[in-house]
């Protein structure tokens, strides 16, 4: 059965700090998403990872993807106020199971000025 | 172009009552999915559906029924509900190829009391 932890679960920064929110699952997986959510809002997606060594950037988050160790990173550089929201990520284990995403658990992200 | 829309917005049970959740999407994808989500747990799938005609359980099926009599509409039933269904229930769509991401609804909010 495939799980997906995150750390952390709650992540207070300074605006203008970087910090990388750690996504581990515990079985093979040949994807993995990230996605933001604002309170009380829907899931927006961020990023798709495809494959070992996989990275990708948006303005001020950069995500990328280990295999090998079962983890994906989402960084955070020179935070603002405006990307405080909760940070999921999600991965599928492929195969038969195609489509069924495990989600972790959620990363609420808060930035001070 | 609407992408993933959810009725009702929000909705207080008794329980012991019954609903029906509907999800309309026109994006033409071919799988969809309906997921809860309870503070501190992320998203967790309930059932999904890989094309028009065809259910299959998720992480959570208990307590839920979900019939696909069309590909742009996926719902999901509460025949008896309970207090453990009070949650925010999101739907979800995908493409068949597994390099997009599920593309959600804005959720319901049930409160069963």
């Known amino acids: 059965e495939l799980k997906v932890e995150q750390n952390p679960l709650f992540l207070s920064m300074q605006e203008g700090k970087n910090y990388t929110i750690y996504c581990n699952y515990s079985?093979?997986?040949?994807?993995l998403y990230w996605y933001r959510q604002d309170p009380g809002k829907s899931l927006e997606s961020l990023f798709v990872?495809?494959?070992?060594?996989a990275v990708k950037q948006e303005g001020r988050l950069m995500a990328s993807l280990d295999t090998k160790a079962r983890l994906s990173t989402l960084h955070i550089t020179a935070a603002v106020h405006d990307l405080s929201a909760t940070y999921f990520c999600?991965?599928?284990?492929?195969?038969?199971?195609?489509?069924?995403?495990?989600f972790g658990q959620g990363t609420i992200l808060t930035v001070h000025p | 172009n609407a992408g993933v829309t959810q009725t009702p917005k929000f909705r207080v049970l008794k329980t012991g009552q019954s609903m029906t959740l509907l999800c309309a999407q026109d994006?033409?994808?071919?799988?969809m999915y309906w997921y809860r989500q309870d503070p501190g747990m992320g998203l967790r799938l309930i059932h999904y559906?890989?094309?028009?005609?065809?259910?299959a359980k998720g992480e959570v099926p208990d307590g839920y029924n979900v019939s696909r009599l069309k590909k742009q509409n996926f719902l999901l039933g509460l025949e008896s509900a309970a207090p453990s269904q009070t949650s925010v229930y999101f739907c979800?769509?995908?493409?068949?190829?597994?390099?997009?991401?599920?593309?959600f609804g804005d959720g319901t909010r049930l409160s069963i009391l």
């Open positions: 979800a769509s995908s493409h068949l190829r597994g390099n997009q991401p599920q593309h």
């Open positions: 079985t093979t997986s040949d994807r």
């Open positions: 990872l495809l494959s070992n060594g």
């Open positions: 999600a991965a599928n284990a492929g195969g038969t199971s195609y489509g069924k995403l495990t």
């Open positions: 994006m033409n994808h071919e799988y």
């Open positions: 559906s890989v094309g028009e005609g065809t259910t």
